[in-house]
């Protein structure tokens, strides 16, 4: 189906039901309950997830398969995002044309910056794409000022044109909407004593993702994807084939700009406006840390990075001492205070330390990541050897071989 | 008029010259070997004809065209192949699509998005790849990853690889460099059967003469960076002035 | 030509923070081929130590005045510093102004422990694994450095004075010959500067004229060779990294005066610092300085008004428009050597 093998086939209709499920997988614990805390924050987690997996398997695409790893690629998040509230400003408040602009104009940029790049590879390639990330960044915040509205950022105002949507009324601004349906509306449905939720900007986000993950496979099984894995295998079989690298790496670069446009416009369609700290280097690094906490090269691997990391930074900020003093009431008084103090370290403001040593864990004992984990334990469990699939074989040998020592 | 025309091709590293004043013709459908001792610029004049390096001086014509200042992509798109010294493959991908990807770039010719499409529409490709698979006795191979296969069975599969595009010249760098005896010959035997079997002009640089004597056609010998004789086989087994350029090396070492 | 004089005194002192930095990334690159992005947090943690030392001069105890009253009419309160109260009030009040200059004593045995620490219990297991390994390890402890500083000296940054003598300005233009108060220079940098050509000296005549130097230069040269030869390059190499931290700690040190510390400077300075490295050419220290100086400046002479008003915004980013020129042109950079990092 959908051109696909039966095996992808039936990934794909796992993941699409997950999706559509994904209000009611998404609250177990009943409102109110102590484990509330850990019911996904549905819908603005669940749309951000949709959107950085989005990014994330982009990513993937240029750094999994080619072995190239920019660090830059949220210059094309932000341009994105810039692209879609200019269109939210000028044209009309409907999110497909601003999406639509969003990945023209990240690709345009992409394939410029690309271009300069890809002309070096290997740690260069890294810095220069770092170089124009940084570059996007700060012109945003000077030069480019009448474009990017500065450090304020980029936002909807009263007296915007709107062309195609005519004069606005009153004195509210407008919201995002596709068709008339605005993308904040939510229908509630009480069930078995849970409230679900279901979110018209949530459904929206997940079927882009959907057709943006159903494309990524395609690319991945496609003649163009075995290339790009040629590419990353051995560059000079590739020449001495007959073939210039150079127009596949900008092919991919150009394709996971795009992507990068794409979750950008979301962005910027669930709430209409945009900043350059979207193009700090830090948020490059985010997408990094999520594909390959998944694991890079593979097809599920940067969804489950950004569905884990996303997930995580929701809960993880929202434990206070208060809900650890809850949990460790049991313990004897100076033990828990000791347990809290520990777990305080790594939960709410502690965030970012826990992600830091998740991160540094993973690439040092799983550098397949998530994935390889849940195969080494799935054949753990099974004790069989199946028949693994290529694609989703994060072997060592699928790794860029280490770097020529300085010589 | 020889397939492949070298003449007059000079190449300085700075102060050392490597080639100096190199002709060569290559006749069509033969096997020509060219030896000589280390050092000898066998392997930068090979570099010379598939554009991995510009001669500072002469000229290299393929076929009635000039490979000078084409990228080795381009060169190998006029019809030279070449088979490494230590065999270059796609060590991550599976055989099979290590004989596809040589497949693509002879039908396309150049860069070709092919993103959407299905590998198994591919009908055609798939079949002479597996043709030419099954010829060098590796078809129940097919699906295994080439990091996994042995230096022998590398070999085999670069020299496939080169084969699928059908190429007017192969060209071989030491094709059976740090290889073990039976390897060696297993090697020597397939390439006897191209030679019988196909339409093709192989040169062959080799520092093995048992492999070269078993192979060549002709030879030519090349001493510090020019040729210092061409001949049939058995008149290279009796000429002095061979026994003199290896001679001469082996004094030295 | 004042203008052009104070420019570049000007982009003196950033430069000079750039190649302190650089020059440790691209020791350790040369000798150990590692991709360090911690290495900005080190000078980060440099500059804490200056901060932290600072700190435990100034710890006072409280003692109560009776016979004066503050503003509330209650008997005031006198802090006083245990350093004055141990050694005397002039000296103690000294040792607390020069807080800064003597954390680099207290910095190079902190700073030479991390770097051990960090080569010993992480970089160690990276030598063979690819760069973008290295690269993602080392951006994830780069990150855990950064919270546990934040999270023991919170988000704010901290003002670090230099010593009352180096405090101020001076006029600059009025000693060489130009018009007074042309050239008005802050001591400080000038210090700074002078400080960051010594350490730049001594590293160089250290690898210049010492064994131990001439080891370390074969191995960035040649590791395998130098392996052979039965030397136990890994413990030299445990050493560079120890040294390489020691120089990032005290450029921390000294900076901290120029910028007051926070948390996420060493991040700031990281980026920059791997454009210098590229630009100077993977693995070259020479180069790595001369960027380094050459970036500052430029930077610096970006800012200058004339220049901003023909190209906007020009002093944001001219530092990544070089270096991708350079990258593009002079691949190895300015004096990289043919085969470091090409694949």
Redesign the interface.
């Known amino acids: 189906m959908f051109g696909l093998n039966k095996k992808d086939t039936t990934f794909l209709l796992i993941v699409i039901a997950l999706t559509l499920f994904t209000p009611i997988l998404m609250q177990p614990f009943a409102e109110g309950s102590g484990l509330a805390q850990f019911n996904g924050g549905y819908p603005d987690l669940m749309q951000k997830v949709a959107i950085f997996g989005i990014f994330a398997v982009g990513f993937n695409i240029l750094f999994g398969l080619t ?1 190239y ?1 920019s660090f830059g690629h949220a210059a094309f998040l932000g341009i994105g995002s810039y692209a879609a509230v200019w269109m939210f400003k000028l044209l009309t408040m409907n999110v497909i044309p601003a999406i639509l602009l969003a990945m023209v104009v990240s690709g345009i940029f992409a394939a410029a910056i690309g271009y ?1 790049s890809l ?6 390639f ?3 794409t ?3 990330a ?2 996007c960044y ?2 945003a ?4 000022t009448p474009l990017t509205n500065g450090e304020t950022g980029l936002q909807l105002s009263l007296d915007d044109p709107r062309v195609l949507d005519g004069a606005s009324e009153g004195h509210s601004l407008p919201v995002t909407n596709i068709f008339g349906l605005p993308m904040n509306a939510s229908y509630k449905l009480e069930a078995l004593g849970h409230v679900f939720t279901f979110n018209v900007g949530f459904y929206f986000s997940a079927v882009i993702a959907i057709i943006a993950f159903y494309v990524a496979i395609r690319l991945f099984r496609s003649p163009f994807g075995m290339m790009l894995r040629a590419v990353k295998s051995n560059q000079q079989r590739m020449t001495y084939t007959g073939l210039d690298p150079k127009p596949y790496t900008l092919a991919a670069f150009v394709i996971s700009g795009m992507y990068a446009g794409l979750a950008g416009g979301l962005l910027a369609a669930m709430d209409p406006l945009a900043g350059a700290d979207r193009m700090l ?2 948020a490059s ?1 985010e997408v ?2 999520m594909t ?1 906490l998944g694991g890079a090269g593979t097809l599920m691997g940067p969804v489950l990075g950004a569905g884990v990391i996303k997930y995580l930074e929701n809960i993880f900020s929202k434990i206070n001492e208060g809900v650890l003093h809850q949990w460790f009431s049991f313990l004897p008084d100076g033990l828990e205070d000791l347990v809290i103090w520990i777990f305080a ?1 790594f939960t709410g403001e ?1 965030w ?2 826990t ?3 998740t ?2 864990l993973v ?2 004992f799983l ?1 397949g990541g998530l994935i390889e984990g849940l195969k080494r334990l799935n054949k753990r469990i099974k004790g069989g050897s199946k028949k693994r699939d290529k694609y989703d074989d994060p072997d060592p040998e699928h ?9 | 008029m020889g397939i492949l025309e070298v003449k007059g091709v000079g190449k300085r590293f700075g102060g050392l010259q490597a080639l100096g004043d190199v002709n060569l013709s290559i006749e069509e459908n033969t096997v020509h070997a060219i030896i000589g001792p280390n050092g000898a610029g066998k392997s930068t004049l090979l570099n010379c004809l598939v554009g991995k390096l510009i001669p500072d001086e002469g000229s290299v014509t393929f076929a009635g065209t000039s490979v000078l200042g084409r990228k080795p992509h381009e060169i190998n798109q006029l019809g030279i192949s070449r088979v490494f010294q230590t065999p270059e493959i796609f060590a991550d991908l599976t055989v099979m699509e290590n004989m596809m990807i040589p497949c693509f770039a002879k039908r396309d010719g150049a860069f070709r998005m092919h993103a959407i499409e299905n590998m198994e529409h591919e009908a055609e490709l798939i079949a002479k790849a597996e043709k030419m698979l099954s010829d060098v006795g590796m078809l129940e191979k097919k699906d295994m990853i080439g990091s996994a296969m042995s230096r022998g069975d590398k070999r085999r599969l670069e020299i496939a690889m080169c084969l699928v595009q059908e190429p007017k010249l192969l060209l071989l760098d030491e094709p059976t460099a740090g290889m073990a005896r039976a390897d060696t010959n297993n090697t020597i035997a397939l390439l006897k059967e191209i030679k019988e079997t196909r339409d093709i002009t192989i040169a062959i640089i080799e520092h093995d003469m048992h492999v070269v004597f078993s192979l060549a056609d002709r030879i030519t010998v090349l001493a510090q960076g020019t040729p210092l004789v061409e001949d049939t086989p058995d008149n290279i087994k009796g000429n002095p002035k061979v026994k003199e350029a290896y001679l001469g090396e082996t004094q030295q070492v | 030509m004042e203008t052009i004089l104070l420019q570049l005194l000007n982009g003196l002192d950033k430069g000079s923070a750039y190649a302190l930095i650089a020059l440790g990334l691209t020791l350790i ?2 000798t150990l ?1 590692v ?1 360090n992005f911690a290495h900005g947090a080190i000078f980060m943690i440099g500059a804490f130590c200056a901060v932290t030392l600072s700190r435990l001069l100034s710890l006072s105890f409280e003692t109560i005045d009776p016979t004066k009253v503050d503003f509330l009419g209650n008997p005031a309160k006198i802090k006083t510093p245990y350093v004055e109260a141990w050694f005397g009030h002039d000296f103690g009040g000294a040792l607390i102004d020069w807080a800064v200059p003597l954390a680099i004593l207290f910095s190079i045995p902190i700073m030479i422990a991390v770097g051990f620490a960090m080569e010993r219990g ?1 970089i160690k ?1 990276f030598y ?6 290295q ?3 080392t ?6 450095l ?3 500083i934040k ?1 023991f000296y919170g988000a704010n940054p901290i003002s670090t004075p230099a010593p009352d003598a180096f405090k101020g300005s001076f006029d600059f233009g009025a000693m060489l010959g130009f018009d007074p108060n042309m050239i008005i220079y802050p001591y400080w940098r000038l210090i700074y500067f002078g400080f960051a050509a010594v350490v730049i000296g001594a590293v160089f005549s250290f690898l210049q004229f010492t064994t131990f130097g001439m080891v370390v230069r074969a191995g ?5 060779t130098v392996g052979l030869l039965g030397i136990n390059i890994d413990r030299r190499f445990t050493i560079m990294f120890g040294l390489a931290a020691a120089v990032a700690g005290v450029a921390g040190v000294m900076y901290a005066p120029i910028l007051s510390p926070n948390y996420h400077m060493g ?1 700031d300075f990281l ?1 920059l610092s ?2 210098v490295v ?1 630009v100077g050419g ?2 070259s220290l020479p180069g790595a300085v001369a960027a380094g100086f050459l970036l500052g400046i430029l930077e610096s002479f970006a800012s200058m008004n004339e220049i901003k008003a023909i190209i ?2 020009i002093d ?2 001219i530092i ?2 070089v ?2 020129i350079i ?2 042109t002079r ?1 190895r950079g300015l004096m990289g ?7």
Do not use: C
């Open positions: 072995g790893l300069v002309r070096r590879s290997g740690i260069y890294s810095i220069l770092l170089a124009f940084q570059m700060k012109m915040y000077s030069v480019l280097w830090t690094g990094v840390i390959i370290r502690g970012h330390l992600l830091g040593v991160f540094m690439v040092t550098p790794r860029p071989e280490p770097g020529k020592h300085v010589a | 690159f040369g081929g991709v992480l297991h063979k694994r690819p760069h973008a390994d690269i993602l390890v951006f994830g402890l780069a990150i855990v950064q919270e546990i999270y960035m040269a040649d590791r395998e991040m980026v791997f454009v590229v993977m693995g906007p915004g944001q980013i990544y428009v270096a991708i990258l593009l691949p050597r043919k085969g470091v990092m090409e694949d």
